[in-house]
């Protein structure tokens, strides 16, 4: 049966009137999409279980009022959220942001991407995502502990070790993990693994930090080795400057990349020599204890620092590692015209569905997020595990499990998104994501 492009017409239309606004959301769901229905349209059982339309729709969206006092003494009102998406093949899983930009379509574009990427890993994970609209920046560390005990206070119920367990996202590190933990153990009067990220004094994984970074690099390693490449010698362009961007930044240097640019909201530098090792420390003192601009480094080595996104620097390699949307048409045309020939999603979603049709005409590589970015969830499923066995596992066996669920994950992908003469890692990641979702959704029956 051929493709129709009405049915995926129809299918979005019905999904905008019952969500009407969220345009994250719809984005995220058309690229699910126009993946999965040509590949169910000749599949009865999913068609008549409706599975494509239960899938886009959360078990339950929880939004509540979050009161706080700041350090001046005046009542601060955010609004929290958790929406737990699905949780056919384990406890709902995903993480929490804390930014003004959070909202109700922001976070179900998470969740739904959840759904997909936590399937890939082929651990037992459920989606969910959730967060606040709070700004953590500029806030004293009393400040952000009252938030996150207020958050939390209301959280608590909704979660737990089997239930929902949430972890980090933007503006959510260690800190703010701790504080939350605290306080639910306070309330629940119980020591489990409710949260992963968490520190290793009280029972997180060794790597987690890194993991989503290194996972990024690892499946773009895995895209070019099937290619017969790989990442030595070549130019990588990074963007962002968090955890992802820096610790991606780091494996790539390893494995014999040459990065030469990260970025924050206030601009890119550009080290035409290269970000070593040394550099690398630097910017880890800068960005993740004083929380300082990047600027700072063009100034201290004497690089050239640009306002705006490093995606015309001359690549090979390009990792969007910092929020959604911000490689756009325009961009991918620049990254295609300066010869990049593999990008890498460390973000959610931050290549526009313009863009990603403009890198895949040229030829360009295309790893998204739901796939390149998995190892952070990755690692937190192996937090899970170790906190349910109550032992830990060594860094090198950490990284040695990750870099084998990248391998596996990139398997799927080239399983189903084999087109004649490349690899479609979009249709591989969405078809191969949805396909264990599905099944389990089905053995459950009508619920």
């Not at 362009?237 to 014999?256: D, H, P, T």
């Not at 045309?333 to 403009?358: D, F, Q, W, Y």
């Not at 952070?376 to 066995?389: D, Y």
């Amino acid at each position: 049966m051929n493709y129709d492009e009405l049915t995926l017409d129809r299918f979005m239309d019905g999904l905008v009137k019952r969500n009407p606004g969220e345009k994250e959301f719809h984005q995220a769901v058309h690229e699910v999409a126009a993946s999965v229905i040509p590949y169910i349209l000749d599949k009865q059982r999913y068609r008549e279980a409706r599975i494509l339309e239960r899938m886009t729709e959360p078990d339950r969206t929880l939004i509540f009022r979050v009161v706080w006092e700041d350090d001046e003494g005046n009542v601060r009102i955010n609004r929290g959220y958790r929406v737990q998406f699905n949780n056919a093949i384990g406890p709902y899983k995903g993480g929490l942001r804390f930014h003004p930009s959070v909202n109700l379509s922001v976070l179900k574009f998470l969740g739904f991407e959840q759904t997909f990427k936590n399937s890939l890993t082929t651990l037992p994970m459920g989606s969910g995502k959730g967060g606040a609209d709070f700004n953590p920046k500029g806030k004293s560390d009393r400040e952000v502990m009252r938030f996150c005990q207020s958050y939390m206070t209301e959280l608590w119920h909704h979660i737990g070790a089997d239930v929902d367990v949430p972890a980090g996202d933007i503006g959510v590190g260690a800190r703010e993990i701790s504080y939350m933990f605290g306080q639910y153990k306070r309330l629940a009067k119980e020591f489990t693994g409710v949260l992963t990220g968490k520190a290793l004094e009280y029972g997180g994984s060794l790597i987690r930090t890194e993991a989503t970074g290194y996972g990024n690099a690892f499946f773009m390693e895995e895209m070019l080795h099937h290619r017969d490449d790989g990442i030595d010698g070549k130019t990588c362009v990074v963007s962002g400057s968090g955890n992802v961007a820096i610790f991606c930044a780091e494996k790539l240097i390893q494995l014999g990349g040459k990065v030469v640019t990260l970025s924050d909201s206030s601009g890119f530098i550009y080290d035409a020599d290269g970000i070593d090792q040394e550099k690398l420390a630097w910017i880890k003192e800068l960005k993740l204890e004083r929380r300082g601009r990047i600027q700072e480094y063009a100034e201290k080595y004497g690089c050239e620092f640009h306002e705006g996104r490093p995606w015309g620097v001359e690549c090979d390699l390009a990792f969007p590692c910092a929020t959604q949307n911000e490689l756009e048409e325009e961009d991918a045309r620049k990254l295609v015209s300066n010869g990049c020939i593999a990008v890498s999603e460390g973000a959610n979603m931050p290549t526009t569905s313009a863009a990603v049709h403009v890198l895949q005409e040229a030829g360009v590589v295309y790893g998204p997020g739901k796939a390149a970015n998995a190892g952070g969830v990755a690692v937190s499923g192996l937090e899970m595990s170790q906190n349910s066995q109550r032992m830990s596992w060594t860094a090198d066996e950490l990284e040695t499990r990750l870099r084998q669920i990248v391998t596996n994950i990139h398997r799927k992908c080239v399983r189903y998104g084999q087109e004649e003469d490349h690899v479609n890692y979009v249709q591989g990641a969405n078809v191969a994501g949805f396909i264990k979702v599905a099944d389990a959704m089905l053995a459950y029956g009508v619920i």
